[in-house]
T-cell receptor, first 109, second 114 residues
Framework: GEDVEQSLFLSVREGDSSVINCTYT??????LYWYKQEPGAGLQLLTY?????DMKQDQRLTVLLNKKDKHLSLRIADTQTGDSAIYFC?????????FGSGTRLQVQP | DAGVIQSPRHEVTEMGQEVTLRCKPI?????LFWYRQTMMRGLELLIY????????DSGMPEDRFSAKMPNASFSTLKIQPSEPRDSAVYFC????????????FGQGTRLTVV
């Protein structure tokens, strides 16, 4: 199958910016996604970017896409303790979503 | 809509027993996905359906696993016989148009096989 890779852990202080990185392999994905998983819950879509875009901003979230390097990043501005969760990037492969391993974001007060 | 509903939320069973996980997708969604989440392997796609028809079951680990979707509002994932290595959180998700649109996830079923 396709590989989507992420770093496993990120720790930031409240109020700082967080940047979560992801590399993917399937260059034919029309969309790339960021999902958030809080403890004991399912995944929720945070944001997505169309593959012909370089950047998408949505309130505190900024997604950057570098298609040449197959690199996707999610920046969270003014990170809050409520942002503590696991963040997954995902691409489409054979009609379904393929997820990275997830990055656990810990926000320290 | 109540979202994707999975039952049970937690299941503890003994090795060798049959386990059935249930999912009710969001009404009107044509696609249904079953995923398994473990610490070691992350989120793995097991199988997905389009209009109740299985499209890709290449992620089903072995013949002990089977999934059905008898109608648009119900799907089951069955493990028979269960083994300790099947312990994981199993998620069901649905989407209106498949890949390229948002997938809505249920709360998951945490399965423990002892």
């Amino acid at each position: 199958g396709e590989d989507v890779e992420q770093s496993l852990f990120l720790s930031v202080r409240e109020g700082d910016s967080s940047v979560i990185n992801c590399t993917y392999t399937d260059s034919s994905s029309t969309y790339l996604y960021w999902y958030k998983q809080e403890p004991g819950a399912g995944l929720q879509l945070l944001t997505y970017i169309f593959s012909n875009m370089d950047m998408k901003q949505d309130q505190r979230l900024t997604v950057l896409l570098n298609k040449k390097d197959k690199h996707l990043s999610l920046r969270i501005a003014d990170t809050q303790t409520g942002d503590s969760a696991i963040y997954f990037c995902a691409e489409t492969f054979r009609g379904a979503l393929t997820f990275g391993s997830g990055t656990r974001l810990q926000v320290q007060p | 809509d109540a979202g994707v509903i999975q039952s049970p939320r937690h299941e503890v069973t003994e090795m060798g027993q049959e386990v059935t996980l249930r999912c009710k997708p969001i009404s009107g969604h044509d696609y249904l996905f079953w995923y398994r989440q473990t610490m070691m392997r992350g989120l793995e796609l097991l199988i997905y359906f389009n209009n109740n028809v299985p499209i890709d079951d290449s992620g089903m680990p072995e013949d002990r696993f089977s999934a059905k979707m008898p109608n648009a509002s119900f799907s089951t994932l069955k493990i028979q016989p269960s083994e300790p290595r099947d312990s994981a959180v199993y998620f069901c998700a649905s989407s209106p148009q498949g890949a390229g649109t948002e997938a809505f996830f249920g709360q998951g079923t945490r399965l423990t096989v002892v």
